[in-house]
C-alpha cells in the first residue's frame, strides 16, 4: 500500500493531519509560515542555490514526520513509495475566513517534491525514490482497464506569431518522445494548429476514450492585467491570477487559454492522462490561494495532471517528456512514469528537476497500456513515408521526422486543405529548389496518415505517364482483384477509370482511401518552357493531372492529392480544386534550429553569420 496522508478540517476550522498511525493537530500559524517561506524563497525565484532546496526539503521532511516519526515509519513499512498527500477537504472546504482559506489552498503550493531526510531528497535515491502525489478530488467511477495495444498520445504545440512570445524547439520535444518510443512505438496524434477550436474538432472526430494521454507544450502563464492585458482582446475578460496557457487562434496569433476552454475542447471526455508541459501549470497562483492549471484541470473531470511548477528550461521538459512516454509506453503505471522522469531529470543534471508536480483524483489509474509483446496485442500500422521520396541516385532526398523543423504556417494550411471536410482536393506546393517542398509533403503524409489510418500513400516522382501512374496504384491495391481491372479497362477513358477507382477503394469492404504524392513536378516542364517563363506542362502530363483532379472532385472523394513543383502560374494548370502554397525563405527562428543541430556536428571554428546569410533560409543549402 502507498503512504497516504490526510490533511483534514474540523469543525472549528483548525487543521489536522491522519495517517494510518492516528492524527494530530497543526498549527495554522506553521502553516502558514511555512507557505510563505516557500514563496518567499522557491516560487520568486528563476534558480535555485542547492542550499536552499536542501533547507526547504529538510523543513518539510520534519515537519510532516513530527516527534512521532510517521514518515520514517511509513518509508520503512511501505511497499510502494509513493506518497499520497490527500488534499481533497482543504481543497474543496467552502466558507472558510481568508486566512484558513489561503492555507488550505497553500498546502498543494508546498514544494513536497524536495522532501528530505537528511541524507538526500528522497526522490534522488535510486533504489526507493519516493514520489509525493496531490489527491486533490474524490471520484469513485470506474476506468478503463489495461489496454492491450500501443500507447495513444494526441500532441499538440503551441507556438504563436508574436513577438513577446518566445519561440521553443516543439519540433525537438516531438522527436524526442518517438525516438524514446522507437522499440515500444505509441500512435503519436498531432494536433498541427496550436488551436483550441481545431483541437476541439479533432477530439470530435475520434470515439470516446480514444486517446490515453494529451501532451499540450509551449508558454504558461498566470494571468494579470498588468502584465498579460495586452494578449487579451478587448472583447474578453480575465480575472488576475488565472492560469492560461498560450495557445493560436485560426491565423496563428495569440490566444489565451483557460481550464475552462480547455474542458469545453474534450466535452468531458479527457484523455486518462494530461501533460501540460508549460511554464507555471503546476503552480497554484497568488501565493497559494488559486488552484493551479493542474489542480483546476483535475477539478474539472481528468484523472491525472502534470504540470511544472515555475519556469522550466525548455531541455528539462523535453527530457521528462522523453523518459515519461518511453515508461508509459512500455506498460509502466502512471506514477512509475513520472518517477522515471524525476530520475532521469536528475541523472541528466537538470538543476529544475524538482518544479514537475502530479495532481489526480481518487481513481484507480494505473497502466494505460500492455508492453509490446504481450499475446494478440493490437498492432501499429507505421510505414514512414521519407523512404518513396528518393533523388535520381536513389537517395532519400526529405527531412525526417526528427529532422524537420518549421514550417508551421504552410503546415497548417495544407493540413486543412487536406481534411476530408475541406472544399479542396489537395494541394500543390511549390518554390525554389532546396526549400524543402518535398519534406513538407512527407511531413502531411505523416499527418494525414497519422490522424487516418485506413489511408493508403503513393508517390511518383519520375515524369508523369499514364502507363506508370496506373502501374503504380495497381500494384498498391493488387491484393483488390478488381481494382487493377477498373485502372486497366480499355473503354473508359482515363478521367473515369480514376473515378471508379475511387470510388471503389473507398467503398465500405475495402476503405482504403488514396494519398496521391506527384513529387518535382517540374520535370514535366519542358527546358524550353522554363526558358520562356512560359511553363507550360506536357501535353500528356497536363491530360493526366487534369484527370486526377476531375475524378476527385467529381467524386466527392475522400483521397487526396499533393503535387510538389519549383514553379508555379496558375494559367498553366488544369481546373482544379487544390489549394495552391508558395514557399518562401525560413524564418529566423526556424533557421536557428536548424543551424543548433547542425553546429553540434560542426569540429572546426565556422562563421556563423556568414553561413546563416549565405543561406538565406534556405535550409538545403544551410546543411
Not at 478488381?482 to 477513358?493: F, G, I, Q, R, T
Amino acid at each position: 500500500m502507498p503512504l497516504t496522508f490526510t490533511f483534514a478540517l474540523t469543525q472549528q476550522q483548525t487543521f489536522e493531519l491522519r495517517c494510518d498511525y492516528g492524527s494530530r493537530s497543526l498549527n495554522q500559524a506553521e502553516l502558514s509560515k511555512l507557505i510563505d517561506e516557500c514563496e518567499q524563497n522557491y516560487y520568486s525565484h528563476e534558480s535555485d542555490r542547492p542550499s536552499l532546496l536542501l533547507q526547504i526539503g529538510r523543513q518539510l521532511y520534519q515537519w510532516i514526520d513530527g516527534k512521532q516519526g510517521w514518515l520514517r515509519r511509513a518509508l520503512d513499512e511501505a511497499e510502494e513509495q509513493t506518497i499520497y498527500l490527500d488534499l481533497i477537504q482543504t481543497s474543496e472546504a467552502q466558507g472558510l475566513n481568508p486566512e484558513t482559506q489561503r492555507v488550505a489552498l497553500g498546502l498543494a503550493h508546498l514544494p513536497w517534491e524536495l522532501l528530505h531526510d537528511g541524507t538526500g531528497f528522497l526522490l534522488e535515491l535510486q533504489d526507493i525514490a519516493v514520489l509525493p502525489v496531490r489527491s486533490v478530488q474524490q471520484r469513485n467511477t470506474n476506468v478503463a482497464g489495461v489496454q492491450n495495444r500501443p500507447l495513444r498520445l494526441l500532441f499538440m504545440a503551441t507556438s504563436p506569431e508574436d513577438p513577446r512570445v518566445s519561440v521553443l524547439d516543439y519540433e525537438r520535444e516531438e522527436t524526442n518522445i518517438l525516438q524514446a518510443t522507437k522499440d515500444q512505438p505509441l500512435a503519436l496524434i498531432v494536433e498541427e494548429s496550436g488551436s483550441v477550436q481545431e483541437l476541439t474538432n479533432l477530439v470530435k472526430s475520434y470515439e470516446e476514450d480514444y486517446f490515453d494521454v494529451f501532451h499540450l507544450t509551449g508558454h504558461g502563464i498566470i494571468y494579470t492585467q498588468e502584465d498579460f492585458g495586452g494578449l487579451l482582446p478587448k472583447s474578453r475578460k480575465i480575472k488576475d491570477y488565472t492560469p492560461c496557457f498560450i495557445t493560436e487562434d485560426e491565423v496563428g496569433k495569440v490566444q489565451l487559454t483557460t481550464v475552462e476552454d480547455l474542458a469545453k475542447a474534450f466535452r468531458g471526455r479527457f484523455p486518462q492522462v494530461i501533460f501540460l508541459s508549460g511554464c507555471h501549470t503546476g503552480q497554484v497562483a497568488n501565493r497559494g490561494t488559486v488552484p493551479s492549471m493542474a489542480q483546476a484541470l483535475v477539478k474539472m473531470g481528468a484523472g491525472v495532471v502534470l504540470g511544472w511548477a515555475r519556469p522550466v528550461y525548455d531541455r528539462t521538459g523535453i527530457i521528462a517528456a522523453q523518459a515519461f512516454y518511453q515508461a508509459l509506453a512500455t506498460g509502466e503505471t502512471v506514477e512509475g512514469a513520472v518517477k522515471a522522469a524525476q530520475q532521469e531529470m536528475i541523472a541528466q543534471k537538470c538543476s529544475d528537476w524538482h518544479l514537475l508536480r502530479i495532481y489526480r483524483d481518487t481513481r484507480q489509474i494505473e497502466q494505460l497500456v500492455t508492453p509490446l509483446r504481450t499475446k494478440k496485442r493490437e498492432k501499429l500500422k507505421s510505414t514512414q513515408p521519407e523512404s518513396e521520396f528518393l533523388d535520381e541516385n536513389n537517395i532519400v532526398k526529405v527531412a525526417s521526422r526528427s529532422e524537420f523543423v518549421g514550417r508551421r504556417r504552410p503546415l497548417q494550411r495544407c493540413l486543412q486543405a487536406l481534411r476530408e471536410t475541406s472544399d479542396n482536393i489537395g494541394v500543390f506546393i511549390a518554390g525554389m529548389g532546396g526549400l524543402g517542398k518535398s519534406s513538407l509533403a512527407a511531413r502531411l503524409c505523416t499527418r494525414v496518415e497519422a490522424q487516418r489510418q485506413n489511408f493508403e500513400r503513393v508517390v511518383l516522382i519520375e515524369p508523369l505517364d499514364e502507363v506508370g501512374l496506373l502501374n503504380k496504384l495497381s500494384r498498391k491495391f493488387e491484393r483488390f482483384a478488381d481494382v487493377p481491372a477498373l485502372l486497366n479497362e480499355p473503354k473508359v477513358s482515363l478521367k473515369g477509370r480514376l473515378q471508379n477507382f475511387f470510388e471503389r477503394i473507398e467503398a465500405e469492404e475495402i476503405d482504403s482511401p488514396l494519398l496521391l504524392v506527384l513529387d518535382d513536378f517540374e520535370q514535366n516542364i519542358p527546358k524550353a518552357n522554363i526558358e520562356d517563363n512560359s511553363l507550360r506542362m506536357t501535353t500528356e502530363a497536363y491530360r493526366i493531372l487534369e484527370a486526377i483532379c476531375a475524378a476527385l472532385e467529381e467524386n466527392g472523394a475522400e483521397s487526396r492529392l499533393i503535387v510538389t513543383c519549383r514553379y508555379l502560374k496558375e494559367d498553366t494548370l488544369p481546373p482544379h480544386q487544390l489549394h495552391l502554397e508558395s514557399l518562401a525563405a525560413m524564418n529566423s527562428a526556424d533557421v536557428d534550429k536548424i543551424y543548433r543541430e547542425l553546429d553540434k556536428e560542426v569540429k572546426q571554428q565556422v562563421d556563423e553569420q556568414r553561413i546563416i546569410k549565405i543561406a538565406d533560409g534556405n535550409p538545403r543549402l544551410l546543411r
